[in-house]
């Protein structure tokens, strides 16, 4: 069951804005190595600790996870690498497209207000 958890709690649009950079950052992480994801997951650190907006507050919990998650995925594959370049390639490729696929997700169902 969806819940459209709108009409809780107004926000500004500068807090919408951020939420959007965040998810912004997270989706475009592989391209700078990491380093766009590292600093969305401090600043959702940061924001969800002041949080009360149930949907903010589970996107925040989303992205954190996602990162994570992500992580512990390339640690637990990275001797595939040192097996021949090619397995390790394709596992971090399915990795990446699962990451992107959970940023786009996330962001799609921000953007309707709807939980994660």
């Known amino acids: 069951m969806e819940t459209d958890v709108a009409e809780f709690e107004s926000k500004t649009s500068n807090d919408r804005t951020v939420m959007q950079v965040l998810y912004g950052l997270h989706t475009l992480a592989w391209f700078s ?27 925040h919990n989303y992205m954190i996870a996602t990162f994570w998650w992500t992580l512990l995925w390339l640690v637990l594959l990275s001797p595939l690498w040192l097996l021949l370049v090619l397995p390790g390639a394709i596992a971090y490729g399915i990795v990446w497209l699962w990451y992107l696929y959970r940023c786009i997700r996330g962001w799609m169902r921000f953007n309707g207000n709807r939980l994660s």
């Not at 600093?39 to 589970?58: C, F, G, K, P």
């Open 33 to 59: 190595g990491g380093v766009f994801a590292v600093i969305a997951l401090i600043i959702n650190y940061i924001r969800r600790a002041d949080e009360t907006d149930v949907l903010y507050l589970d996107h």
